[in-house]
């Protein structure tokens, strides 16, 4: 038992770091401005920081997955029970249109109680969902509602599991 749970944290970890690595590549790309250096946090603060003007960014890293079937085959692996139940939820009540802007609208619910000790930190949603992709995210932007109060300086998302198609900035 104890090593599936060193398995699962490991193979978490490496999702956060790949999902933070495309956002800081398109980032770049797209900006000019160089974020460097990746390492990851203990539980409690955000998922992994790095080097962005010279000083300490952190980021919180989420996934968006379409429905429990997807994220086990995405992840090729069973999922944890809460993971399961919020996907068994998502599937149930939403038509397979209205998921990605459902799945989207609850992680930015859920993780705006999330409060951290630090100065800046982003979120960075990796959608992990085949049929989705950035024009989709960018066409339902009017529709994404962000919480009033959250803890984030600015919000992302990459817009595909590899990082083809770039990232799409939904906050400010």
Request: hydrophobic share 35%; glycine share 4%.
């Amino acid at each position: 038992m104890a090593s599936e749970l060193n398995n699962s944290e490991h193979e978490k970890i490496v999702l956060e770091h790949q999902a933070a690595k495309l956002f800081m590549r398109w980032y770049e790309h797209d900006t000019g401005n160089p974020i460097r250096h990746l390492w990851h946090n203990r539980p409690a603060k955000p998922d992994v920081s790095c080097r962005f003007e010279g000083d300490r960014l952190d980021l919180e890293v989420a996934h968006l997955y379409g429905s429990e079937q997807e994220a086990m085959q995405i992840l090729k692996r069973e999922l944890s029970d809460q993971t399961r139940q919020e996907l068994q939820a998502l599937e149930k009540n939403t038509m397979p249109h209205g998921r990605l802007l459902t799945a989207l609208n609850r992680i930015l619910f859920n993780k705006s109680f999330k409060r951290y000790k630090t100065k800046r930190v982003w979120l960075v949603i990796r959608n992990a969902h085949p049929a989705w992709g950035k024009d989709q995210i960018l066409a339902l932007q009017h529709c994404i509602s962000i919480p009033s109060t959250h803890p984030f300086e600015q919000i992302w998302i990459v817009g595909d599991w590899d990082g083809k198609s770039g990232i799409v900035q939904l906050f400010p």
